[in-house]
């Protein structure tokens, strides 16, 4: 059964992707009809995150926010499954930086560095932009998928990417061993699903937010800067990259600072563009606990 989930998979991922972009873009406004008004996919959780978020905004303006968010969600799923059909100079096209300097500048350096990413905009194709960004050697590290055919058909379909991919879990160790070479790191740093008190906790858009640490921890260990990543969606298949350092000496940052930093960082990305953030999960499922006089 496996196997025949994954071949559909793959099949539909191909019908999908030898679409050109119009009727792309045709099929995810149906694809919007479809889980928005008829499924109601996930609408009671993105409504609690989006109205906790935004206490001033009325409802016209949630309600706006939100028919635009779950458009750009199915917008990024057809653009991920055409990703297998576009070329690196198709990508520079669509996806335009406004401040190469800063990455540049960490390569005159010769320093290797974490892209620090948020779930917006759509990191599949950042991930095949990063081979025109610098000369470092490009990676990515992913977290792998409960499904195994799932799981096995995104691997498959990042074969796409002039990427290495790492495994989460090893990717200390791997990275460590790589002290001679020069990396550029793609990591999808985002809150945590625990609500340990080891993550870093702050106040996050009005609610208290526990985040994961690793981010920090592996710049500071490796000696890699960490530099945040601002992907602006402009139109149907259009992006801006803007970057931004939040550490290029790591190890000679107080605690916390990194992650406080990038907290910081995301709230005001969301801010200018609330609907390209992904709110279809549980943001704030932990509370923190009080601690003991």
Sequence with gaps: MKKVGFLLLKAWAFMVA???FWLLYAKSDFYFFLIYHVLHYRRKVVRENLLRAFPNKDVTEINAI??????????LAVETFKLKRMTADDIVKRVAVTNPEVVEALCAQQKSFFYAFPH????????????????????????????????????????NLPVEMIESDAALRTLARRSDSLDAVLILADQSSFGLESD?????????????TGLERMSKFLDYAVVFVAMKRIGRGRYELTFQTIADQPKATEKGFIMEQYSQHIERFIHEQPDNWLWSHKRWKHKRKPVES
Aim: charged share 20%.
């Design 120 to 159: 917006s905009g759509n990191w599949e194709w950042f991930g095949k932009r990063m081979q025109t960004l610098s000369g470092h050697h490009p990676m990515a590290l992913y977290k792998k998928a409960h499904n195994a055919s799932f799981d096995r058909f995104l691997l498959e379909m990042r074969t």
């Design 66 to 75: 939100e028919k635009r968010f779950y458009h750009n969600l199915c917008d």
């Design 18 to 20: 030898i679409n050109p």
């Design 200 to 212: 870093y906790w702050n106040v996050f858009l009005h609610q208290e937010t526990c985040w994961f």
